[in-house]
């Protein structure tokens, strides 16, 4: 399922060249894809981490193919992808789009620990969802 949420370019955003600076777009990024991860997923991560549960990246690619300026409104995507070796890893791809066009693309990577310390795994919860995600290839 691809989900999207709509935001809007921020002044203090944007760099001097005009165009929004490339750090940003990986936090508009992880705004949508909290959003997804709590309704979609179900798993609140404040309340989660609370409960000694932390989820957390452990990797992301991202490619910048157009840049997004000012009071630019714009849609970003996420949908999840299992995980072919069924490693504890859930993979979300992302994308920012701007009058149809996609500006950026991105692979988040990201797995549960615990808060104490120890392995990664994927919540039962979770795991029923990623069932019927597709895999994602290389």
């Known amino acids: 399922m691809k989900y999207s949420k709509e935001y809007v370019a921020k002044e203090e955003h944007i760099d001097v060249q005009g165009i929004m600076d490339g750090l940003y777009y990986p936090f508009y990024m992880e705004y949508c894809r909290h959003q997804y991860i709590d309704e979609v997923l179900g798993f609140n991560l404040e309340n989660e ?3 000694g549960v932390n989820m957390v990246l452990s ?3 991202i490619s910048f193919l157009r840049s997004l300026k ?3 409104t714009f849609t ?3 949908e999840l992808f299992r995980d072919k070796n069924d490693a504890p890893k859930l ?3 992302q994308a920012i789009i701007l009058n ?4 950026t693309k991105a692979t988040f990577t990201g797995t549960c620990v615990p808060s104490t310390g120890g392995r990664p795994f994927l919540p039962d919860s ?3 969802l990623t069932e019927n995600a597709p895999v994602l290839e290389d």
């Open 76 to 78: 970003v995507t996420c």
């Open 59 to 61: 990797e992301y690619t």
């Open 91 to 93: 993979h979300f791809k």
């Open 100 to 103: 149809g066009k996609v500006t």
């Open 70 to 72: 000012k009071g630019d």
């Open 49 to 51: 981490a609370k409960n």
């Open 126 to 128: 979770i795991k029923a």
